[in-house]
């Protein structure tokens, strides 16, 4: 009995101090999860790179808003892709800033079976049709300015923006024209840049399950920049329309889905049509383009270093070139000669 006492207290005390028993399973439970969030991780880059790929692809093929039926059911799966395998976002900061939309789509239960197949079109395929689609997809811009309100210490405006961009010769719509009118001028007031500003009083309602976001019209802008004398070329408001009763008349909401430091998913629903759209962050594409420019701005950096030193080295053998003449001319005039001179002028006045 005393020995089995023994034993046990033994093995008690084995199993306690050994790292080969207890603590490994807890070193393999740490491993699992560790494992287990690596995956999710590299589940959500792939889920995210896939939908990025695909909306820029519709993008250029259809534009920012998509019609087509199988376009939005690739877009739709792409992005119930991404949110099935991502974590919902809580950090509302994160919405602050400029957000370029990318694409988006709009339907609803009531037009489920009624589909539209653009390839069946086809002079939206080919044609004047297409280049003037195209030269518009590439003239409109459609941005989304989330603001902090330093006061209320939260996000409390959006203004959507939609840019265009009008091109100056009919060439730009339409291709293959004749000579005599492909550089006919469509933009006689010289007008570079035209901008509708709808702005939004705006308010966090909550962060669970996802955040959501409210916001009521209240003043429609347009403004106009311009190459002519009539207009500013930095850009002017030529109209402003102040809405009345927005948060009554005019009050909506959104749900951000999915959001990290470059890129969001946002839901909305007006009636019956539900809305998604993917947007970009805009300064997040500036710092991609000036982390691209820095090495060429290093080169030219380099370059100016050689030319000073070269610089340098030219001023160095001028100045010695220099001085070596100035010591030529003073052997070719001695200062004895120059003595004589002034010791024989008092003689000849005499």
């Known amino acids: 009995m005393k020995f089995l006492l023994l034993s046990s207290l ?77 974590e919902d976002p809580s950090d509302s900061s994160l919405l602050v800033g400029d957000w370029t939309l990318v694409c988006s789509s709009a339907s609803s239960s009531a037009a489920k079976n009624f589909e539209i197949d653009t390839s069946k079109i086809p002079f939206l395929k080919e044609g004047p049709l297409k280049d003037i689609k195209t030269t518009l997809n590439d003239s409109i811009r459609v941005q989304q300015r989330i603001k902090f309100g330093e006061s209320s210490q939260s996000i409390d405006a959006i203004d959507h923006v939609i840019e265009y961009t ?104 007006v009636g019956p049509v539900d809305q998604i759209r993917v947007f970009v962050k805009t300064s997040a594409e500036k710092t991609t383009e000036t982390s691209e420019d820095a090495p060429v701005e290093a080169a030219i950096d380099e370059d100016d270093d050689l030319d000073d030193d070269e610089i340098v080295e030219e001023d160095e053998e001028v100045d010695g070139a220099f001085d070596a003449e100035i010591v030529e001319e003073k052997k070719e005039t001695p200062e004895e000669e120059d003595d004589d001179d002034m010791i024989e002028a008092p003689s000849d006045i005499n």
Do not use: W
């Not at 990025?52 to 199988?70: F, N, P, Q, S």
């Not at 004398?229 to 927005?246: H, M, Q, R, S």
């Open 166 to 269: 009008p091109p100056n010769q009919l060439s730009s719509f339409v291709k293959n024209l004749p000579d005599a009118i492909k550089n006919l001028d469509i933009n006689p007031l010289k007008v570079s840049d035209t901008k509708v500003v709808l702005k939004h009083k705006a308010e966090v309602e909550g962060v669970v399950p996802v955040i959501k976001t409210k916001l009521s019209l209240e003043a429609i802008v347009v403004n106009v920049a311009g190459e002519s004398k009539n207009l500013a070329p930095t850009g002017e408001d030529v109209l402003g329309i102040n809405i009345p009763f927005g948060e009554f008349l005019n009050a909506g909401s959104f749900d951000t889905t999915y959001l990290d430091d470059s890129m969001r998913i946002s839901r909305g629903k």
């Open 10 to 86: 033994v093995f008690s005390a084995s199993a306690f101090l050994s790292p080969s028993l207890i603590p490994s399973a807890n070193r393999c439970t740490a491993t699992t999860v560790f494992s287990t969030e690596t995956e999710i991780e590299t589940t959500t880059d792939a889920a995210r790179d896939e939908l990025m790929k695909i909306a820029m692809e519709l993008k250029d093929e259809y534009g920012v808003l998509l019609i087509d039926t199988k376009a939005k059911d690739s877009f739709r799966e792409a992005v119930e892709k991404l949110e099935s395998v991502a």
